[in-house]
């Protein structure tokens, strides 16, 4: 363990969780060489999860993921404190916080760390960073996308927030308070900003554990973070892998609302709702995250094979293929009797439907199911 981490956790009388895999630090030279610290744990030659945590947050906010003895089993698990955020270095000019940054550090992480296609799992702030990444890298470098509370639209630029309440008011002006130099100031709403994060309280030692690693972000950086591009309608063509969307609908922090929208833009993706949870759901309901996010990997990762102009599994394909051949074969010898039913001979049947059972016999394959299809489709 990090010997600042044991500190911390020794000095406000915080258990030290026992890990079934240890972490693994390292120190990775993210964009224009700002050096980032990485962790990573798990089996490495399962796939690969790369989490991004969110505005003023650190790898420790993934910690009931990173410790979790099933994820670790099954999945590569990679997480990073941000720059300017946790044990990483602190850049202090605002243009070393932009969408150029953030992308080149999220693919010097993945480079690093295996190059293996990742999921990325990126958590509030780190929907932009996600998206920073696929606007200047695409999308060949990872297998999927987990949003998670992601404050990210990809219809079009978020809304202002709507000042008129009191409440409103008082939300912004912590907001801002997180950026002062006035470190009393800026504990105070650094706490109100913790207190957010989930619909329930948290149990006070982690509350407290969140709120130590929140004040390792300076309140430039923060300040430097507001500027950031929340509009990604550009990128809907651009997200073609695998995309579940998971999101609290009492978020307190962005509006459960920005992931409903999302889904639309986003055809074949799915949302995962947490009734009664707040922006973490990870942390509030981790178990149910757990196996979700388990799921959602496992299929991503599953090799997807080309049949012409569809797509469809290996298994799929081979089946396909002998059917295709067997119909051609009856379509010949039909003719060779009726030469006058030529070109009037019955489409090929709908496809093969292939069940689960089939699916779980052969490993690293999906089946999708696909319309009907004439034999033409697989004479590449």
């Known amino acids: 363990m990090h010997m600042w981490r044991l500190a911390i956790a020794l000095s406000v009388g915080m258990a030290v969780p ?3 895999t240890p972490l693994e630090f390292s120190t990775v030279n993210g964009h224009g060489g700002v050096p980032l610290v990485v962790v990573q ?10 989490f991004i945590h969110g505005y003023s947050q650190s790898y420790l906010s993934w910690e009931k993921q990173l410790n979790d003895a099933g994820l670790q089993k099954d999945f590569h698990l990679i997480a990073f404190d941000l720059r300017g955020h946790s044990a990483s270095a602190k850049p202090t000019e605002a243009a070393d916080y932009g969408s150029e940054a953030w992308g080149g ?61 009191p409440e409103a008011k008082e939300r912004m002006g912590c907001f801002m308070a997180m950026t002062s130099a006035d470190i009393m100031a800026n504990l ?72 409903v929208d999302n889904k639309k833009y986003l055809p074949g993706s799915a949302l995962s709702t947490y009734e009664g949870i707040g922006h973490a759901p990870f942390l509030e309901a981790s178990a149910r995250f757990n196996a979700e996010l388990a799921a959602f990997v496992s299929s991503a990762g599953k090799k997807i094979y080309r049949c012409g102009i569809v797509q469809c599994s290996m298994l799929e394909f081979l089946c396909r293929l002998f059917f295709t051949l067997l119909y051609q074969a009856e379509q010949a010898a039909a003719l060779q009797h009726h030469p006058a039913k030529a070109g009037k001979l019955p489409r090929m049947p709908s496809t093969i ?25 697989f004479m590449m």
């Open 18 to 20: 026992a890990l079934a």
């Open 41 to 50: 744990t798990g089996n490495k030659q399962g796939p690969a999860i790369l």
């Open 105 to 165: 550090d999220v693919d010097a992480v993945i480079k690093a760390t295996g190059d293996r296609k990742p999921v990325l799992v990126p958590w509030s702030y780190g929907g932009p960073v996600a998206m920073s990444y696929v606007r200047h890298h695409g999308v060949g470098g990872i297998s999927g996308i987990d949003f998670v509370a992601a404050g990210t639209s990809l219809g079009g630029a978020n809304p202002p927030p709507d000042m008129s309440t």
């Open 188 to 259: 105070a709403a650094t706490k109100w900003f913790v207190g957010s994060l989930t619909a329930k309280p948290l149990p006070s030692s982690e509350t407290e554990q969140i709120l130590i690693y929140n004040m390792l972000t300076p309140g430039y950086v923060r300040a430097a973070m507001f500027k950031f591009q929340s509009d990604n309608k550009d990128l809907q063509g651009k997200i073609t892998v695998p995309v579940l969307i998971t999101h609290g609908e009492k978020d307190g922090v962005v509006p459960y609302q920005i992931s």
């Open 353 to 377: 439907l292939l069940t689960a059972t089939a699916e779980r016999m052969i490993p690293n394959t999906r089946v999708i199911t696909l319309t009907p299809v004439t034999p033409k489709i």
